[in-house]
């Protein structure tokens, strides 16, 4: 089984979007809320996809979605939310990107 196949079955429906209208294909990928190594979870609560710290979430997603390319007016949709990057790495296996991972951060709007 390869990091794609893992990737179409088993994760999310993610879209890359933009404010232009602009949108990739749906592809599979994972986010989800960030957990402390010492499981203190101050000032967050409980979200859909689990407890949330301030909105930062952990992307990992196929290396031909390419997240560090998104523009200022450019987001992650997954599960109805919004989400904006922080920071992304794309990770090697011989030379060539098996994976990208990403800190996320959820976009609040105000209505």
């Not at 893992?6 to 990739?24: R, V």
């Not at 809320?33 to 979200?47: E, F």
């Not at 990992?60 to 560090?68: F, M, T």
């Amino acid at each position: 089984m390869t990091l794609r196949t893992m990737f179409d079955k088993y994760g999310q429906e993610i879209a890359f979007k933009g404010a232009d209208g602009w949108s990739t294909p749906v592809f599979g990928g994972f986010i989800q809320p960030l957990r402390y190594k010492n499981k203190m979870y101050l000032n967050g609560v409980n979200t859909v996809i689990g407890f949330n710290s301030q909105g930062h979430y952990l992307y990992i997603g196929p290396p031909d979605h390419d997240i560090s390319q998104l523009g200022k007016e450019q987001w992650i949709e997954a599960d109805s939310k919004k989400f904006t990057v922080d920071r992304s790495e794309k990770v090697y296996f011989n030379n060539r990107v098996v994976y990208i991972w990403a800190i996320i951060r959820e976009i609040v709007e105000v209505e």
